[in-house]
């Protein structure tokens, strides 16, 4: 091959793996840039039943019930204008409490309600969702700044 | 007296480093020569200063000197003495001062011990390596003093973030560090060789063993952070694609890619512009890195105490860093001659697709990782990118990585036949066909990713083997072994992967003292609940025996572990290791009628995963150990032919 031809094929090969990772990457982030939905966004944009969503609002004060089985939790998330019925199976963290904020990662069911996989509650002092910061609701969000490596 | 000392040296050290720039700045600038000579002394010397500055910030924490702030807010007495010595770096100031001395270290090293570098090239080299640390000197000096003082003095210390009271914590953080400062250290060579225009397999060679020992340490710290987060949160995930992962992540990707190019630099002189802009990529991920995690731009498990100056101040650095690199290469760039040539079917065409296959996945990480960021700041709206985007993206690139990963050490250098290619990978295609079949025949759970990862798993640790075939075992050199144990580690932690997001079953119940839970093979009784306490925390403690099949009755106990200092809880899961897997147990909270959650996962090889990283990291010791007792032995031939003639 002469030296030409190599370094156009190599100048090719590296702009097709380059695009290829591209178009990987804002197909997936297509699907994914919305990933988060406070219960507004859900309302508004509804998400498809199924599809892998995080969630992320305040637990309505008087809405969290243990089901018999001792491990399955109901509750509410609002943002303040709308509401979201969540079921969680799994050990809440250790500062989910009613009117705290927490993260949920997991899907809407057809009925509506949202099936949380994980649970992050805001006031855990070790981990602070991302995305609460700032949203203010209750007055009760103060941010924590005691964080260490 | 303590602190002022370390002050006093962290100054002198900051001062040596600039006169170290300044030598060598004047000294290539204007060729005076003279000036060579002293730039090594002042390297050394400012090592040993800004080492002994540290060590008297160790000798702070360990008496538990409370009159010094960062003692205060970080440590406390009653704390076990390895957490004291750990505390020293568990914080902004501590950690700072960290990285700048390992990295005055290092200069301190190149200058005793690098002798094959052209004498210009290595002047240079320390210049930079000096520039790059009065950054962090200023930064310390002036904004992050770790000895500053405290009045009045108070009786006690606030303590440690308790998630961080591990073991295993405490030393991956100085793990994760050496592996940064050694990309920078590379960063320093190719800013050396650009300027000295002496991009070429010697240079190659000098900056090799930096980009290897960087690369192993990254590897460590990665893999003891993939396990610390698997035990210590509780949730039985190994890797989330929180950023602050990410931020480890993507220095080793760029570093990986380094270390393969530089091979192709030092053994075939090719490649040399592409191997001087990884190090150029590497190092501003190193720093991208550091700037994620110390800014608290993210707020996660690893951000400090939010400072907008301190964030200013390394986005600043960044900036002047990152963006005098990248003008550095784009004016020099021009003045690397181009390399030895090859065809595409040869070594340095695999390596060639490793590194693009590398960089593609390395985009694929940096976008999702900042592209939240750059959203929120340019339109305030929050977004957050999760696991599926990761998984989605670099999975399918990551397949084919490892693919050639198997093929790679097969080829000749230079040129090679595809017809020969495939004579000589038919086994491990064989293999992996096979066990495709198998896998798809034999499991219903299976994701099309996991299936084809453990598939060419199988094959990939049939190939990593290959190279050592029908040769001479006691003549192959050490790093060749070097290369098919990391090789062969991939396919272990891949494995792990591929069994682990397939394979696990998890139970959750809630359980009386007295229930059995029963998990895949697993029996599982619940005994009691009782309160236990360790030096500084109290807990809950889960009493269980545990049996798998007919086996011997074993004793496990998670707790959950109340701070005193902190007011915190945590979980302490109890694992339990047997050589096909690992029994994973939480203890959740109880209820009014006395039930207790119990949440438990089994999963099988689970522990390949950082079985593998060690073994890959293995295979960069013994290469870097190969590689610097051949630069060694040669040495000492010259010198011997010298001494001859």
């Known amino acids: ?149 | 007296m303590i602190a002022e000392a370390g002050l006093i040296a962290l100054w002198l050290a900051a001062g040596l480093a600039l006169l170290q720039f300044a030598l060598g700045a004047v000294g290539v600038r204007f060729g005076r020569e003279d000036y060579y000579a002293a730039i090594r002394p002042v390297a050394v010397a400012q090592g040993a200063l800004v080492a002994i500055s540290f060590l008297l910030l160790i000798v702070l924490f360990l008496r538990s000197d409370m009159s010094v702030a960062l003692v205060v807010k970080n440590s406390a007495s009653v704390k076990p003495l390895l957490y004291k010595f750990a505390g020293t770096w568990g914080n902004h100031e501590g950690s700072m001062l960290l990285w700048v001395t390992v990295m005055g270290m290092a200069g301190a090293c190149i200058a005793l011990f690098e002798r094959s570098l052209k004498v210009k090239t290595l002047v240079t080299t320390l210049a930079a390596q000096a520039f790059i640390s009065l950054g962090f000197y200023a930064f310390l000096l002036v904004s992050s003093n770790p000895f500053e003082r405290m009045f009045p003095v108070p009786p006690d210390g606030q303590g440690l973030n308790p998630l961080l009271q591990d073991p295993g914590l405490a030393f991956h953080p100085p793990t994760l560090y050496f592996g940064y400062v050694g990309l920078s250290v590379a960063f320093s060579f190719a800013v050396g060789a650009m300027i000295t225009s002496d991009v070429g397999p010697a240079f190659a060679r000098a900056m090799r063993p930096w980009v290897l020992g960087a690369w192993i340490f990254l590897t460590l710290g990665i893999t003891a952070g993939s396990y610390w987060a698997y035990y210590e949160l509780g949730w039985g995930g190994w890797w989330f694609w929180d950023p602050v992962e990410n931020a480890s992540l993507m220095p080793w990707l760029a570093a990986t890619a380094l270390l393969h190019s530089v091979t192709v630099l030092a053994t075939r002189d090719g490649l040399r512009a592409w191997t001087v802009m990884l190090a150029v990529v590497a190092f501003s991920m190193s720093m991208i890195g550091t700037f994620l995690v110390r800014s608290g731009i993210l707020t996660s498990v690893h951000a400090f105490a939010v400072d907008p100056e301190r964030g200013s101040f390394i986005l600043a650095l960044l900036a002047i860093y990152i963006g005098g690199a990248m003008a550095l290469f784009a004016l020099r760039v021009g003045t690397v001659k181009e390399g030895t040539r090859f065809e595409l079917v040869s070594r340095e065409g695999a390596l060639v697709a490793n590194n693009l296959l590398l960089s593609a996945i390395l985009g694929i990480v940096f976008v999702g990782t900042l592209y939240p960021l750059v959203v929120e700041a340019l339109t305030n709206e929050k977004l957050s990118v999760g696991p599926p985007y990761f998984n989605l993206a670099s999975g399918p690139v990551a397949l084919i990585l490892v693919a050639i990963m198997a093929v790679g050490p097969l080829l000749r250098w230079r040129r090679d036949s595809a017809k020969t290619l495939l004579n000589r990978i038919s086994i491990p295609i064989v293999i992996t066909a096979g066990a495709l079949f198998l896998l798809v025949l034999l499991t219903t759970s299976m994701s099309v990713l996991s299936l084809l990862g453990m598939a060419l798993a199988a094959g990939i640790a049939v190939a990593s083997l290959a190279p050592l075939w029908k040769r001479n075992l006691r003549r192959t050199p050490l790093h060749t072994y070097g290369m098919v144990i990391a090789h062969f580690g991939i396919a272990v932690a891949l494995v792990g992967m591929a069994s682990e997001s397939s394979f696990t079953e998890e139970r959750l119940v809630a359980a009386k003292p007295g229930d059995e839970i029963t998990l895949n093979k697993w029996k599982l009784k619940f005994e009691a609940i009782e309160p236990v306490a360790g030096p500084n925390w109290t807990a809950l403690e889960a009493r269980m025996t545990v049996q798998y099949e007919n086996g011997n009755i074993t004793e496990i106990a998670p707790q959950n572990r109340m701070f005193a200092s902190a007011q915190t809880q945590t979980s302490e899961a109890a694992l339990l290791t047997r050589w096909n897997g690992q029994l994973y147990v939480v203890l959740g909270d109880g209820d009014a009628e006395g039930r207790w959650q119990i949440r438990t996962w089994w999963k099988p090889f689970v522990t390949l995963i950082w079985y593998g990283g060690i073994l890959v990291a293995l295979g960069g010791t013994l290469a870097l150990v190969g590689r610097l007792r051949r630069k060694y032995l040669q040495r000492k031939q010259k010198e011997y032919a010298e001494l001859v003639l």
């Open chain 1, 1 to 149: 091959m002469k030296a030409k031809h190599q370094r156009l094929t190599l100048a090719i090969l590296a702009l097709v793996a380059l695009v290829g990772a591209g178009l990987l990457a804002t197909f997936a982030l297509q699907d994914q840039a919305n990933y988060f939905y406070t219960p507004s966004d859900i309302v508004e944009k509804k998400p498809v039943a199924g599809k892998a969503i995080r969630l992320g609002g305040m637990v309505e004060e008087g809405s969290i019930r243990h089901e018999a089985d001792g491990v399955t939790v109901n509750f509410i998330v609002h943002d303040g204008t709308a509401q979201q019925p969540v079921i969680y199976t799994g050990i809440t963290p250790d500062l989910f409490v009613e009117g705290s904020g927490v993260v949920a990662d997991g899907k809407l069911t057809t009925d509506g309600t949202f099936m949380a996989e994980s649970l992050l509650a805001k006031h855990d002092e070790n981990y602070i969702p991302r995305e609460l910061e700032g949203i203010d609701m209750t007055g009760n969000m103060t941010k924590t700044d005691t964080l260490v490596e």
